[in-house]
């Protein structure tokens, strides 16, 4: 997008844009310099604009993943006081989580997946990133059922986070 429709679209309530979690953000914004710096994610205000605008999003599986991650980051705003409380990480383009937020000061990734089931090779992207980050806890909503812990993240089913995200997040909040 160029900027100004970025800024339309924001304007209008379409779209929310997701700035960066930079190194001082707990609550508090980073320099200015590194958040001006770095793109937003970009999300539909409302999943429902997505499934609107996609032909066979029931068949593809990338665009389910960018629905959930929709649901999500909606749900997310839903039980923060502050909006500028969340936020994405990504550094060296190799560790990346989709949503950064705290909890009691501390930084909680949120990573968000369709898939069934999170594989090894994506619970260590998502450990090495988590370190890289600094987060406290590290949680993985996925498409399947399972609900537990594996290599220190904890797994969360969708429905599990869609029906009580606060919970989600406090849960094992030391």
Do not use: M
């Amino acid at each position: 997008f160029p900027y100004t429709t970025l800024f339309r679209s924001v304007q209008t309530g379409l779209i929310t844009a997701l700035p960066r979690w930079t190194p001082g953000k707990s609550g508090k914004p980073g320099k200015a310099s590194t958040e001006l710096r770095a793109h937003p994610k970009v999300y539909a205000s409302d999943h429902g604009l997505v499934l609107a605008f996609a032909a066979q999003a029931t068949e593809d599986p990338q665009l389910q993943g960018r629905i959930l991650e929709t649901v999500v980051y909606r749900h997310l705003r839903s039980v923060r006081d502050d909006d500028h409380d969340i936020a994405y990480f990504r550094a060296d383009d190799r560790y990346e989580i989709d949503f950064v937020t705290s909890v009691n000061g501390d930084a909680i990734g949120v990573e968000v997946t369709s898939a069934k089931t999170a594989d090894d090779e994506k619970l260590a992207k998502v450990a090495a990133a988590g370190l890289r980050l600094g987060a406290r806890r590290l949680l993985v909503v996925h498409g399947g059922l399972f609900e537990g812990e594996r290599r220190g993240i904890q797994l969360i089913p969708r429905h599990r986070f869609l029906s009580d995200p606060r919970a989600a997040l406090s849960a094992g909040a030391r």
